[in-house]
Each structure stands twice: as C-alpha cells, then as structure tokens.
C-alpha cells in the first residue's frame, strides 16, 4: 500500500487495538489536528480515522476524557456485506 496522506484523516489509531466491539483509543495530541485549536471532538461527532498504512475509515466518537477520544469504527460495508454471505445472499 503506498504512503498515505497523513492530512487525510482526524485522528491515527492503531489498527491493533481495535477492541470487538470496534472501539478504539486514540490520543488527540497524536492526530494531524494535534495543532488545530478548533479540533475540539466530542461524543456523537463523525469523523475520520487512519494508521498511515490503510485508506481513513469513519467512526463515531464514543467517548472523551480529556486528549483520549473513543472511536467506534464505521465498518458498514464490510459487515453488510459479510451478514449477506453467511445468510447465503451474497
């Protein structure tokens, strides 16, 4: 996968902490926006989330303590797609 841009998403997660439920802990101090006074994300916000390895994903914010902002990721698609095959639609 080639070089993402790393002004291409809110926050940076690390892909292997994603919990079970989707869930992840990002830091605000380590995103693209760490700089951007007016980065001020709050539970029910939308944004995009990237590991400077995969295309972004969008996520939900779940929960904020601070600078750690709790994304759920948005895997609509994939888990759509996944439901339809193992109820044989796919």
Not at 5 to 12: E, K, N, R
Not at 41 to 67: F, K, L, M, Y
Request: charged share 25%; hydrophobic share 35%; aromatic share 8%.
């Amino acid at each position: 996968m080639s070089d993402m841009d790393v002004d291409s998403y809110d926050l940076w997660y690390d892909a292997t902490t994603v919990g079970a439920d989707l869930v992840v802990e990002t830091w605000i101090s380590h995103s693209p926006c760490a700089s951007d006074a007016d980065f001020d994300p709050q539970p029910g916000d939308w944004v995009t989330v990237g590991d400077d390895e995969e295309p972004s994903i969008r996520g939900r914010i779940t929960r904020r303590d601070a600078n750690k902002v709790w994304v759920q990721l948005e895997l609509g698609l994939v888990s759509t797609d996944a439901a339809s095959q193992a109820v044989g639609d796919g």
